[in-house]
């Protein structure tokens, strides 16, 4: 009984590798690849900066300004209430703040 269970595992599993080593493609790249890459990406560098320059950091800048107030209000409330102030949250989403203000002046340098 052991044995055939053992067997009927070990067959499905052969199987297995046959059916996908069958239908498996493999693909070549023809040509230069990282060329290719690296022009579309001159191409389209300016346009990239100015979306997420002008659209991305100032949403994300404005979700963790929110989140920064929010968690600051909530922390001074606690402090009312347990008359001990906890600054790691609102230190963190401050530093995040920071660094998400500044990072169009030297991100693009760092891409």
């Not at 052991?2 to 693909?27: G, Y």
């Not at 900066?49 to 968690?71: E, W």
Request: positive net charge; glycine residues 4%; contains cysteine.
């Amino acid at each position: 009984m052991r044995n055939k269970k053992i067997m009927r595992i070990l067959l499905c599993a052969v199987l297995m590798m046959v059916i996908v080593s069958t239908f498996s493609v493999t693909a070549f790249a023809a040509g230069d690849v990282a060329g290719a890459i690296e022009q579309t990406w001159n191409t389209a560098k300016t346009q990239v900066q100015t979306v997420v320059n002008n659209v991305v950091f100032p949403v994300v800048d404005m979700i963790l300004a929110i989140l920064f107030f929010v968690k600051l209000g909530t922390a001074y409330f606690d402090y009312r209430k347990h008359g001990q102030f906890e600054f790691t949250a609102p230190a963190i989403l401050f530093a995040c703040l920071i660094f998400t203000l500044t990072a169009p002046l030297y991100i693009w340098t760092i891409l």
